[in-house]
């Protein structure tokens, strides 16, 4: 429950990003030189510069505001998880349901890629494909460009996980009465699939959905900490740490809040996912 | 049960293969498609036009890319030459490539990295299980009580925790505030154990400490679904201690799950443990890779993606062959 309140909390921030920070803060890219230390480049204030007028602090050297950039890292964050999640349970529950329903060679060549990708050092190649992929195309900026292109990355190297989950559940539900009883009336499998299947599918994979966000955030800002995800000057929680690691022995805060920020939000999910398979499937309570 | 390993072995060869053929035509073709020239991704972006044709003919990249791969192959199991008229580099089997860029034998750098990775990895792996292993069943036994909740909240949060943040908060505190730990340069074991020890002992914790957390929660899991099982009431019932009782019967049959997911974090681990080496500064197989990408340096990429796709597709084999000993239910198969 507090898990679901928080994670309504943070997506209401995300989207009201822009109202906030025109209320409470700074535009993301303004500097605010004044407020930083000039022999140390750290903020002048105490606790990393946090004040009334900056309520995270200023970021080191630049002075920019870290509330607004922790908002609208948010919205980066936030963006990335979700959409990469509904493209993992997209693709999993069309391969999982095929390999399940199908059987045969179907299911031994889905179920081999599963594997595959799962034996695979995801993280090194998620790394190396995003660093190869060009920058910005279309009419997207970088920023929504990389958004896009971590998405697919993410999003497609998580689709294993819901895929195993589906194709274990359809097996077993295939053989159910109801099944039966529906394939002994003449229906389709287009019908059996979309009709008897699915409906009995939703909960696992609203509950395995619900699990792969936190995991997708965590994986968004090591890949931004790690320099190869939302390219600066846009403001991420991964790149704010990346930045903080040369600053961290003399200004802890500017770590502490980007940080502190992935921890709740990750533990949020967490939460709200535990409560939800806890609702949906009481066995595993 | 000899069948079955041959069978695996020429599964996970295949797996190996398929993972450098993917790696391969990742970086060869993605850069033929945005239009980049490998050959100059490969020297770096300052040389001149001659220097460059050079490399185009060593390292053959006018040869179809099927080509190329069957020499990457070749060069794996019996090395190769990299000829350019007179000017001939050899390198020797198992050769895993030629960094121009660096101008050196990708095999020898990154086995100079190994031992950094296998100290961490090898060191947090102990730690972790022994910690996450016994406060699981601790929380199982003690289920309900403040103990358990405890723990386990505990534990809920270490599965939120990144490594990123997590080890750079452990050496603002201990490195840098208390002063009690010295500030991460890896020394080797053979140079100096005391001093490996020290140096490695943060980034063990940080890292087991996420690890651990992930392993209390299965293990509590487990043990509740197992202490609840027939067969451990029969064995209580028929007057057995309850240490037996426990440790030889339901510990055995709860720990089984955790095996697999050991088996592919040791692996996934070894490979390079981006993160963590990262956040402490150690350069091992990780950072290497990190290192590469940054500077495009590509039979670095994918050397590393090679033996971290090793140690995963192994991984997975010793784990099915330790499931079958712990596991009579699962042998033969």
Redesign the interface.
């Given at each position: 429950m507090a898990g679901a309140i928080v994670v309504i909390f943070l997506i209401i921030v995300a989207v009201l990003a822009p109202v906030l920070t025109k209320w409470f803060g700074h535009p993301i890219d303004e500097y605010h030189i004044d407020q930083i230390d000039p022999t140390f480049s750290t903020p002048i204030g105490k606790f990393g510069g946090i004040s009334r007028e900056f309520l995270f602090g200023v970021e080191p050297t630049s002075g920019r505001d870290v509330f607004s950039r922790i908002l609208y890292g948010a919205q980066t964050s936030l963006s990335v998880a979700f959409l990469s999640a509904l493209l993992s349970t997209f693709l999993g529950t069309i391969f999982g349901l095929a390999a399940g329903f199908l059987g045969g060679w179907v299911d031994a060549v889905i179920s081999r890629v599963m594997d595959f990708l799962l034996a695979f050092p995801q993280l090194l190649f998620a790394i190396a494909l995003v660093s190869v992929l060009p920058d910005s195309f279309l009419f997207f900026g970088d920023r929504w460009s990389r958004v896009f292109v971590l998405v697919g990355v993410i999003g497609f190297f998580g689709w294993p996980y819901i895929g195993r989950i589906v194709r274990g559940q359809t097996l077993s539900l295939r053989e159910r009465e109801f099944v039966e009883a529906s394939r002994s009336m003449g229906a389709r499998s287009g019908r059996i699939l979309f009709k008897e299947l699915l409906p009995n599918l939703a909960a696992p994979i609203l509950v395995y959905a619900t699990l792969i966000i936190p995991t997708n955030i965590l994986t968004e800002a090591a890949l931004s900490f790690l320099g190869v995800g939302i390219p600066p000057p846009n403001p991420s929680w991964g790149g704010m740490l990346s930045d903080a690691v040369t600053f961290y022995s003399i200004d802890p805060m500017y770590m502490i809040i980007p940080g502190g920020m992935i921890f709740i939000t990750v533990l949020a999910f967490n939460l709200f996912g535990d409560g939800l398979r806890d609702a949906l499937d009481p066995k595993a309570r | 049960m000899l069948a079955y390993l041959i069978r695996r072995l020429f599964n996970a060869v295949i797996?190996l293969l398929?993972?450098t053929a993917v790696?391969f035509g990742?970086?060869f073709l993605?850069?033929k498609a945005?239009g980049s020239d490998p050959a100059l991704l490969y020297i770096g972006k300052t040389s001149d036009a001659a220097s460059v044709e050079g490399i185009r003919i060593k390292m053959g990249l006018n040869d179809p890319i099927v080509v190329q791969y069957g020499k990457f192959l070749k060069g794996l199991v019996a090395g190769r030459d990299y000829a350019n008229g007179p000017d001939v580099q050899h390198c020797p089997a198992p050769c895993l490539g030629y960094s121009f860029k660096t101008d050196q034998e990708v095999t020898p750098l990154l086995m100079g990295d190994l031992p950094v990775t296998l100290s961490l990895a090898l060191g947090a792996a102990v730690l972790w299980l022994i910690i996450g292993i016994s406060t699981g069943v601790i929380s199982a036994l003690r289920r309900g009580t403040i103990l358990d909740r405890s723990v386990m909240g505990a534990a809920?949060?270490g599965?939120?925790?990144?490594i990123?943040?997590t080890g750079?908060?452990t050496?603002?505190i201990f490195?840098?505030w208390l002063g009690w730990l010295p500030q991460g340069n890896y020394v080797p074991f053979t140079e100096n154990p005391g001093e490996w020890f020290v140096q490695l002992l943060l980034p063990w914790i940080t890292l087991a400490f996420l690890f651990a957390a992930t392993y209390a929660r299965l293990t509590r899991a487990n043990m509740l679904e197992t202490l609840g099982e027939d067969y451990v009431r029969t064995a209580r019932a028929k007057g057995l201690r309850e240490r037996t009782v426990i440790g030889k019967h339901a510990l055995r049959s709860g720990l089984t799950p955790i095996v697999t997911i050991f088996g592919l974090d040791l692996g996934?681990l070894l490979?390079?443990a981006?993160?963590t080496e990262?956040?402490f500064n150690l350069r091992g197989l990780?950072y290497q890779?990190?290192t590469a990408?940054?500077g495009?340096d590509l039979p670095i990429?994918l050397g590393?993606?090679l033996i971290?796709?090793t140690f995963?597709?192994l991984a997975?084999l010793v784990v099915d062959l330790v499931y079958g000993f712990i596991d009579p239910r699962v042998r033969l198969a």
């Open positions: - | 797996t398929v993972v790696t990742i970086f993605v850069p945005t809920l949060a599965v939120s925790l990144p990123y943040f750079l908060l050496s603002a490195v840098y996934a490979g390079g981006v993160l990262t956040v990780g890779a990190l990408i940054r495009n990429i590393v993606t971290a796709a995963i597709v997975n």
